[in-house]
């Protein structure tokens, strides 16, 4: 869905005159970054 959504969000915004945005939020998570073993790279 990463590289399909973005099509279908682009889709759905000119569908509707590509309004402007209000608001914009946004989160992030690392969730395999602290598990042990798991990145070579370390912290």
């Keep these: 869905m990463i590289d399909f959504g973005i099509h279908l969000l682009?889709?759905?915004l000119w569908l509707t005159g590509n309004p402007q945005?209000?608001?914009v939020c946004a989160s992030i998570?690392?969730?395999l970054g602290e598990?042990?073993?798991v990145n070579p790279?370390?912290?």
């Design 21 to 23: 945005p209000i608001e």
């Design 29 to 31: 998570l690392q969730h």
């Design 41 to 43: 790279w370390g912290q």
């Design 35 to 37: 598990a042990p073993n």
């Design 10 to 12: 682009d889709t759905a």
